[in-house]
């Protein structure tokens, strides 16, 4: 029985706060379980505590209180030297004065490790980097040092491998082809892999577990789907993706258990949501409704979509994106609310400016978030 | 006209070059040219006679001569050492470390730099007066001045070198299981080390020359540049111009020498 949870090498980060003596709090008591082999993400914009949450389990900055184990191992206060933990850094930290082979066998060289010859040979050619081995990293393009940034770390088998932003000094195209990349070795080498970035996109494309951190807090944490389809801040609701929030009121609730809904009034239309997807106890709420759930159709047409109807829309903004299309669209109450269309060809063509329409979504796909929050929170600058 | 004009436009940057490098180097060609002269039964001692070797062949003729150049040399190269050591280590603390005071002192290092060498070298010798080391002046006291003037540019330079080192290699090497006196000799000294050299040099050139400061704190000790000082009354030997020459040499070599060692020593470092 106890033989079972002590093979588990999960990464266990308790109460975990950093303070810097200048009085800013970094992070906030985090509590984080990662689980051994899995490929999760700290995803939040900069400043939100992620990079010194990385740094603290690297050993390169201090924890203020709070711990951090490995399996039953508590490395909290252990040397970066002596920690099962290497990093990617985000900008490499290439030893210049040494060749791409010597900068990948550093960290078997100092753990005293014999066959190291024959690790970097599989590790260069693993990370496609044979070629590379006699020269220096400046001679390498951008995406040949990271790969070395990677390699160097791998070489060394940790039991957790740090990623901070690794792909940010990439352009789109290579970080497109290097995130596929990332997910396929961290598969074949099976280690737990923490990886920190402010891209939602890049989080959700490889973590199998996306843990939302704002202001040295996490907002939230699950796997993109349930991030994206049932957020429980309007942080979230933003940060990932776009949402509309739209002030509704409760008025009740109906049903028990599973089938439980929560009704409420969204500018005197009545909106069942299931309890769920509720994430407020006050009378008031926001209720939450994703862009693409959205859908519309010139007034007079027929709406076949079952779910909540709302008439009298305006079309206000178009933009044509190739494959789809982003509407604006005036509510009845007031409210711009946003619109994205796959351009499937059904209608064949935009919707014109200032056309009437109808909308209508399907009730499961709203979720009620609590009116204290601010509805702007998480949300790009524009 | 207009090809004239192209090819000096085409061409300026390196003539002018060429002209620097040459209006820098003359003094030594002059030097070196010199040190084959043969001036024996000349009255002018400034215009080349006849070609000679007697005076590479016999370099310690004139009386004295080279006895002060052993003193420069030992002076300099105890006074290179301390004021490196003590510059390097100086270099890491404001650097590195956070202190209470770290700007004034980063000023007060700077200070001496700025000082006119006349004053410092006056008020060096009424301090070793106070002292009550008036009577004992010599090879002690020109060392603690050369090592005092010294600092100042050893810190300077390899501060320089520090300041631009990226902190990430080293945690980088911490992260890849490297302890601190590890990630010191293989990561940050290889990479502060030019650094460390060219601060080296320049505090064996800087001690190695210096007539002001070392002509008022010596007392009866003769510094090489004393030698020439005192001889140029009576006409310089042109033994003066070998050790000029013969001085120019090493440290071309040692500056290559410097440049191949330290790519080297990285490799090294890295394989051990």
């Known amino acids: 029985m106890s033989s079972v949870s002590e093979s588990r090498r999960d990464l266990r980060l308790s109460g975990l706060h950093k303070r810097y003596s200048n009085g800013f709090t970094a992070v906030k008591s985090l509590d984080l379980v990662i689980p051994q082999g899995s490929f999760f993400a700290l995803l939040g914009p900069s400043g939100c505590g992620k990079t010194t949450t990385l740094r603290m389990v690297a050993g390169l900055e201090e924890v203020t209180a709070g711990s951090i184990k490995i399996g039953d191992q508590d490395i909290t206060s252990e040397k970066p030297f002596r920690r099962p933990v290497n990093t990617v850094f985000q900008n490499y930290a290439l030893f210049p004065h040494l060749t791409i082979a010597e900068n990948i066998e550093f960290g078997p060289k100092r753990r005293g490790v014999k066959e190291s010859a024959a690790q970097v040979k599989e590790i260069l050619e693993l990370t496609e980097l044979t070629e590379q081995a006699g020269k220096k990293p400046a001679q390498l393009s951008g995406g040949q040092q990271q790969r070395v940034a990677l390699a160097r770390a791998l070489i060394n088998r940790p039991e957790v491998l740090l990623l901070d932003e690794p792909l940010g000094a990439l352009d789109l195209k290579l970080r497109r082809s290097m995130q596929g990349e990332l997910k396929r070795i961290q598969e074949e080498v099976g280690l737990t892999f923490v990886h920190v970035t402010h891209d939602q996109e890049e989080a959700m494309t490889m973590a199998d577990t996306v843990a939302v951190m704002n202001q040295g807090e996490i907002e939230q944490l699950g796997s993109p789907y349930e991030l994206y389809t049932n957020p429980q801040t309007t942080f979230v609701a933003n940060f990932l993706g776009r949402s509309n929030l739209i002030k509704g009121t409760v008025i009740g609730r109906e049903g028990s258990g599973a089938d439980a809904v929560v009704k409420v009034d969204m500018h005197g239309t009545v909106i069942s949501i299931k309890q769920d997807r509720v994430h407020t106890v006050s009378k008031e709420g926001w209720i939450g409704i994703r862009p693409e759930k959205l859908l519309i159709q010139p007034e007079g047409t027929s709406l076949a979509d079952p779910g909540n109807h709302f008439s009298s829309a305006v079309v206000v903004g178009a933009s044509y994106l190739g494959v789809s299309t982003e509407y604006v669209l005036k509510m009845p109450w007031g409210q711009e609310l946003m619109c994205f269309e796959q351009n499937r060809g059904v209608r064949g063509g935009i919707v014109e400016l200032g056309t009437k329409v109808d909308v209508s979504w399907r009730q499961e796909y709203v979720f009620l978030l609590d009116s204290s929050q601010d509805a702007q929170a998480g949300r790009e600058e524009e | ?272």
């Not at chain 2, 060392?143 to 631009?164: D, K, W, Y």
């Not at chain 2, 013969?246 to 070599?253: G, N």
Request: charged letters at 10%; proline letters at 3%.
């Open chain 2, 1 to 272: 006209m207009h090809r004239v004009g192209n090819w000096i436009g085409k061409h300026l940057m390196i003539t002018l070059g060429i002209l620097v490098l040459i209006y820098m180097y003359i003094p030594n060609f002059v030097v070196a040219l010199m040190s084959f002269n043969d001036s024996s039964g000349s009255r002018n001692l400034y215009q080349f006679q006849a070609f000679t070797w007697d005076n590479w062949l016999n370099p310690c003729a004139p009386n004295g001569m080279c006895e002060s150049l052993k003193v420069s040399v030992e002076i300099a190269l105890v006074a290179t050492i301390v004021a490196t050591i003590l510059g390097t280590l100086a270099s890491f603390a404001l650097v590195r470390h956070r202190f209470e005071g770290r700007s004034t002192m980063n000023l007060l290092i700077f200070l001496p730099m700025a000082t006119p060498e006349i004053v410092m070298g006056s008020s060096l010798l009424a301090l070793f007066v106070a002292a009550g080391m008036g009577g004992s002046l010599g090879f002690v006291t020109i060392l603690i001045a050369h090592i005092l003037f010294c600092l100042s540019f050893v810190v300077v330079t390899v501060r320089t070198r520090l300041a631009g080192l990226d902190s990430n290699l080293e945690k980088a090497a911490m992260d890849l299981y490297a302890n601190e006196w590890q990630t010191f000799w293989r990561i940050t000294f290889p990479l502060v080390f030019p650094g460390i050299l060219a601060a080296a040099l320049l505090a064996f050139s800087l001690s190695f020359d210096d007539f002001i400061i070392t002509n008022l704190n010596s007392g009866t000790t003769v510094t090489f540049p004393m030698f020439v000082w005192g001889s140029a009354q009576r006409g310089i030997p042109m033994q003066v111009n070998v050790i000029g020459t013969a001085m120019f040499l090493i440290s071309l070599v040692i500056v290559a020498a410097g440049e191949i060692g330290a790519r080297r020593r990285a490799k090294m470092l890295a394989n051990r």
